[in-house]
């Protein structure tokens, strides 16, 4: 199985950088992906790693460390629309997605 | 416009009545999954098809049951048996094995 934490909120200003870590315990590991949730919404993807490194796309980067179980998102330029929920998932051997709770950004202006 | 379809949005039911939930995709992938997801808590699995006629019990299977008859088309059935059935449910599609999973607008149940 899986066990996935990230932080339950965190809150930043308009303009800012923010950086969501998710860390995780599993008993195989065939990638780790980024969703973001607006409140009431389906998860939308955002990105997707599965070698250590960074992925870059746009404002938006996600890091992952296998050996450390650890992955971040960041988040630059921060926008007002970017105040939703972000949900770090890890899929396992039978690539099944195990979720983290979620990890709400407020972005103040 | 491909994509995944929830009907209906809000849905209320009394206890102790089964109620099903509606999940059609028209991406042409082969898997689907339904979730439930709780304040809180992460979306968790309930059950999930990687095939037409077949499924597998996810983390939370008890108290659902789902069919999968036509590739477009994964219904969920909550039923009297599940204890705490209020919650959002959300159906996901996946087109490979390695890609990501698309998911529907979900349906909130609220059982009075």
């Known amino acids: 199985g899986q066990n996935i934490d990230q932080p339950t909120e965190m809150t930043a200003t308009e303009g800012a950088i923010v950086q969501i870590n998710c860390t995780y315990q599993?008993?195989?590991?065939?990638?780790l992906f980024w969703y973001q949730q607006h409140a009431g919404e389906a998860p939308t993807f955002l990105s997707y790693?599965?070698?250590?490194g960074l992925e870059e796309k746009g404002r938006f980067s996600s890091f992952l460390s296998r050996s450390k179980g650890y992955s971040y998102l960041l988040l630059k330029e921060l926008q007002m629309k970017d105040s939703a929920s972000y949900l770090c998932?890890?899929?396992?051997?039978?690539?099944?997605?195990?979720f983290g709770a979620g990890t709400t950004v407020t972005v103040r202006a | 416009d491909g994509g995944i379809t929830q009907s209906p949005k809000y849905l209320f039911r009394k206890e102790g009545q089964n109620v099903t939930l509606s999940c059609e995709q028209n991406l042409n992938h082969d898997a689907m999954y339904w979730y439930r997801q709780d304040p809180g808590q992460g979306l968790r699995l309930i059950y999930y098809s990687q095939i037409v006629n077949d499924f597998q019990k996810g983390d939370i299977a008890e108290g659902y049951s789902v069919s999968r008859e036509k590739k477009e088309s994964f219904p969920l059935t909550v039923t009297s048996a599940q204890k705490n059935p209020t919650a959002f449910y959300l159906c996901a599609s996946q087109g490979s094995e390695w890609g990501e999973q698309f998911f529907g607008p979900g349906t909130r149940l609220t059982v009075l």
């Open positions: 998932a890890v899929r396992d051997r039978d690539y099944k997605l195990s």
């Open positions: 790693n599965v070698l250590d």
């Open positions: 599993t008993s195989g590991f065939n990638g």
